[in-house]
Nanobody, 124 residues
Framework: QVQLVESGGGLVQAGGSLRLSCAAS????????MAWFRQAPGKEREFVAA????????YYADSVKGRFTISRDNAKNTVYLRMNSLKPEDTAVYYC?????????????????WGQGTQVTVSS
């Protein structure tokens, strides 16, 4: 069992930056690929970024490529999402998720555990 707790969301102006953190419980954090998804009001949950268990491979949605960076610190059981050049269309609840023994995926159904989410609001 893994529990995920996101933090770092908030209100920011367009062009600004935020760093989201996701702290995971348990001693097997390094066995999980990790990802961030987001969901805006009235829209389906969408893939943002993923990272494999070593941190050596990362994947991004086209909409965030070049602006967002996913990283992880296995010693701290934490995954991060650095978001730069934020746009109003990035406004959403951001969710952290874990995939046991996976390499990362854009398919939300392939993930085993989800956090409660953190709100990111970007004003124009």
């Amino acid at each position: 069992q893994v529990q995920l707790v996101e933090s770092g969301g908030g209100l920011v102006q367009a062009g600004g930056s935020l760093r989201l953190s996701c702290a995971a419980s348990g001693r097997t954090f390094s066995s999980y690929a990790m990802a961030w998804f987001r969901q805006a009001p009235g829209k389906e949950r969408e893939f943002v970024a993923a990272i494999n268990w070593t941190g050596g491979r990362t994947y991004y949605a086209d909409s965030v490529k070049g602006r967002f960076t996913i990283s992880r610190d296995n010693a701290k059981n934490t995954v991060y999402l650095r978001m730069n050049s934020l746009k109003p269309e990035d406004t959403a609840v951001y969710y952290c998720t874990a995939q046991l023994y996976g390499g990362g995926s854009a398919n939300p159904r392939s993930y085993d555990y989800w956090g409660q989410g953190t709100q990111v609001t970007v004003s124009s």
